[in-house]
Every structure is written in structure tokens, then in C-alpha cells.
């Protein structure tokens, strides 16, 4: 999810591009609002030297790389904003077809905090994604620890965390496979899992808003994601307590 200790990953779940599809360029504008001053006008060399993009909307979509969109980034390696996006052949649930997978990060200053949900909502309403997350580089590794499966994956997450199930376990495509810092859920996946309930949801509510697709963004702590906090990995257990279907935990 992320490259750097200082970086917010995020990725973002959808269904895969057809046709003339324009959500690349919706997901690109909708990053670029989200985060004020933001511009995705260069990409990167193979010595990693920046390329400017004067005509960033007719590159992308000129060059549809593995059912995506090419490496996008600003121009401040001291703060660096990515965004990139492929194909997936393989499923997000037991016989589900090929998926598109957005990648990006924000720099971990306090801009980049401030705006991680309406990024995050940004991406995941103009990919029109089932489900996404942002999470801070060290925290990311972790959860990522706690897909396990007996034969291709076998051990035992991290820190107590409840063990989740690998994709061609999953039930539906909608069902999000794990938590992470900040969580945008469709209309669909939360449904899927239950939330919100006003009786059981009030904390996590608090921190959350609504999308105008029906969806939501949900953060899990205030400041980002540190399960060398103990109050945040107390967080993040309580939520997978909470909601069962995440990582395909629910008895069928």
C-alpha cells in the first residue's frame, strides 16, 4: 500500500474497465480536488527523473496500460503524491471476474492527514470501486500479515489480530478483505456488513461521513494508524469484532 515509513498508502477496489471508460480521468480529477494545490502532471523516467505531462488528460488516455492508467505523480520528491492503476486477472471473491486495482499515496504531513478521507472518498466514487483503504506504511505491512491461508499462507497474524481469508474464499466482491486506517465502503459493501447501526456504530459514526453514492468513509482513530499505539490497536480489533464479513470471518 505504501513505499515509505512516511507515506499513506492507498488502494481502491473496482470493477474493471470497459470500453471508453472514463473513470481514469474521474478518479485522477477527483484526487487533484480532494488535496488543494495537487497536480498530477508527471510521471517518472526509469532513472526516476520527472517527465512533465502538459497534456496529462489526452496521455492517460491515450496510453492504457494494463487495463489502467500509467504511473502519475507531482513534482516534490520531498512530498510526493502518486496515483496508478491496473488490471487484476485474478478475482476479489470465490468465481468473481478480473478487477481494477487503484494505487496511490499521500505524503504523512499534516496536509496530507487532513485530507486522506476526501482523498480516499475522491478515488473510490469516481472508480465507482466496491471498497478501499488508506493506511500508513508500517501499519499497512501488518495488516497485510493477517491473510492467511493453511496451505499458501499458513501462520498466525500479528498482535492478536483475527486471521482473514484470502480472496477465492471470499463470498462476494463487495465484501471488503481487511481494515485499515481510513476505509471507504459503496453502498454495497456496507450493506454487506452491517453498517451503520446507530446502536453499535456511534464511535466509529463519529469519524465517518457519507459519499453521494450511498457509501461511506470511516476512519478508525483520530490520528493515523500506529499499532505500536495501544489504544489503536484496541481500535482496530474492536472494529473487526464489530464487522464479521470483513476478510470473510462470518459463519457462511
Known amino acids: 500500500m505504501a513505499v515509505f515509513s512516511d507515506e499513506l498508502g492507498i488502494i481502491v477496489y473496482a470493477p474493471a474497465l470497459v470500453g471508453e471508460d472514463r473513470r481514469p480521468l474521474a478518479i485522477i480529477h477527483g484526487m487533484e480536488g480532494a488535496l488543494p494545490g495537487l497536480r498530477l502532471g508527471w510521471t517518472l523516467s526509469e532513472k526516476e527523473e520527472f517527465i ?6 489526452e496521455w492517460v488516455t491515450a496510453n492504457k496500460i494494463d487495463g489502467g492508467f500509467p504511473f502519475l505523480c507531482n513534482d516534490d520528491k ?3 503524491v502518486t496515483l496508478t492503476a491496473w488490471e487484476n486477472p485474478n478475482g476479489l471473491a470465490a468465481r468473481s471476474p478480473p478487477h481494477f486495482e487503484i494505487h496511490g499515496s499521500l505524503h504523512l504531513d499534516v496536509a496530507g492527514i487532513a485530507a486522506a478521507m476526501d482523498v480516499l472518498a ?4 469516481g472508480a465507482r470501486a466496491f471498497w478501499g483503504l488508506a493506511t500508513p506504511s508500517d501499519a499497512a ?5 493477517q491473510t492467511r491461508d493453511p496451505v499458501r499462507k499458513p501462520g498466525i497474524p500479528p498482535r492478536g489480530l483475527p486471521a482473514l481469508k484470502i480472496a477465492e474464499h ?4 463487495e465484501i471488503p478483505h481487511c481494515l485499515g486506517w481510513v476505509n471507504y465502503w459503496s453502498a454495497a459493501a456496507a450493506e454487506a456488513i452491517g453498517f451503520p447501526d446507530p446502536a453499535r456504530d456511534a464511535e466509529l459514526l463519529s469519524r465517518a461521513r457519507s459519499t453521494a453514492t450511498g457509501g461511506w468513509v470511516v476512519q478508525l482513530t483520530d490520528a493515523p494508524l500506529d499499532l505500536d499505539n495501544p489504544a489503536h490497536l ?3 480489533k474492536r472494529a473487526y469484532e ?3 464479513e470483513i476478510g470473510g470471518r462470518a459463519a457462511p
Open 234 to 236: 484496541d481500535a482496530l
Open 242 to 244: 464489530r464487522f464479521p
Open 122 to 125: 475522491a478515488i473510490g466514487e
Open 52 to 57: 512533465a505531462l502538459p497534456h496529462r488528460d
Open 141 to 145: 505491512v501488518e495488516i497485510s500479515r
Open 78 to 80: 520531498s512530498r510526493p
Open 170 to 173: 471470499m463470498r462476494s466482491s
